[in-house]
């Protein structure tokens, strides 16, 4: 028997005994990037960008556990893989529910079916993915930002911050609540200061910047005068005068143009640290100590620290409770009635009881609650 006849019987072997051989060798990047290549054409910018940071998850591990190539992986790995991003994500994340996590391992499915197709890893990989169920209260999370707590920063940003791109920032997020995605895409021009105050949220996909729900997101959101004054002192001294790729103005900005999302979120956990307007820690820690009072890069580690979302949660929360109605915080906001009620509905029994009292009495004009 030749030299070479005897590598491929081992060649032969070596495939019985291991399948994988035969897989192309892909790296967890390059398997990324093939993935979100193939869905580029049904996906939206938005949601290539949240593919992209689940599937950074899987890069990551992958990257620990020193996994060189996609073929690599088995029912064992994927098994690991789930229980580090339910337990070590969230010290970063801060926001890891229970339908995060279905969502995390719904995408990772898919993912790995579209390896097998490309011959990347095993048949039948994607099987082994447990994609865990909800309970029926699983979508709904009860954080939200407090408007006690709102109204604290608020006041201390008005004082000491005051026309600052992070008070704008949480003006905007407080006073209208609106997504962190809709702030992102304001640019000067849609916000009136000048009598009818108000702030325009347009759909504007072919310039780079997006709505949650297109068009149907566009919306005219009043605002009160103090807050126009903020902002038009923002725009005529802070502002950094620079506009972006598509020659707009945007609203927000660094020196490098329009601020990024990421900007925007370090702006709300950094002032929602109870440490940044106040000498006191609920936590009793030493503030000299804290890793997250002192490192703004990792400030949502800070117990109290809060993200945009929460910003909206605690809004919603707050004008349900003072008896607004579902229908022009839908609006509003750019949230289905339905979304609202499920999500961000928060009401004990006698909050709802005496916010219905209320509204009969403003509705009947008397005080018992009969028409008369």
Not at 6 to 35: F, M, W
Not at 132 to 156: K, N, T, Y
Not at 214 to 243: H, Q, W
Request: charged share 35%.
């Amino acid at each position: 028997m030749s030299d070479f006849e005897g590598e491929d019987k081992l060649d032969e072997i070596l495939r019985h005994v291991d399948p994988r051989s035969d897989l192309d060798s892909v790296p967890a990047t390059e398997a990324v990037d093939k993935y979100l290549e193939s869905r580029s054409s049904e996906v939206t910018g938005n949601t290539r960008s949240e593919y992209e940071a689940k599937l950074g998850n899987f890069i990551e591990f992958c990257d620990q556990r020193d996994i060189e190539q996609v073929k690599n992986l088995d029912g064992a790995a994927l098994d690991d893989l789930k229980v580090w991003i339910r337990e070590e994500v969230p010290e970063v994340t801060k926001e890891y529910s229970p339908k995060t996590m279905r969502d995390q391992m719904y995408l990772l499915r898919n993912f790995l079916r579209y390896l097998e197709q490309i011959e990347a890893v095993p048949a039948g990989l994607h099987e082994k993915v447990d994609v865990p169920e909800l309970e029926s209260d699983d979508g709904v999370s009860d954080e939200f930002l407090e408007a006690e707590r709102v109204r604290s920063i608020l006041d201390h940003l008005s004082t000491f911050e005051y026309a600052s791109r992070e008070h704008v920032v949480w003006l905007l997020l407080s006073l209208t609540g609106g997504r962190k995605g809709a702030i992102h895409s304001l640019d000067v021009d849609d916000c009136h200061v000048d009598g009818e105050n108000y702030i325009e949220f347009r759909h504007r996909p072919e310039q780079g910047t997006r709505l949650k729900n297109g068009m149907k997101s566009e919306r005219e959101v009043s605002i009160p005068a103090s807050a126009a004054e903020a902002f038009s002192d923002y725009v005529e001294t802070t502002r950094i005068g620079v506009t972006d790729d598509y020659e707009r103005r945007p609203l927000l900005t660094t020196k490098y143009g329009r601020v990024s999302k990421s900007t925007l979120t370090k702006d709300v956990y950094k002032w929602s640290r109870p440490c940044m307007i106040s000498d006191d820690c609920p936590h009793e820690r030493s503030v000299d100590e804290c890793s997250a009072a002192t490192n703004l890069d990792v400030a949502s580690k800070c117990p109290s620290s809060a993200s945009p979302h929460r910003v909206r949660t605690g809004y919603l929360t707050t004008e349900r409770k003072n008896g607004a109605p579902k229908e022009v915080l839908s609006e509003r906001c750019d949230v289905s009635e339905s979304i609202l009620e499920k999500h961000y509905e928060f009401l004990s029994e006698e909050e709802q009881r005496k916010m219905r009292q209320r509204i009969l009495k403003e509705v009947r004009g008397d005080s018992d609650g009969y028409a008369g």
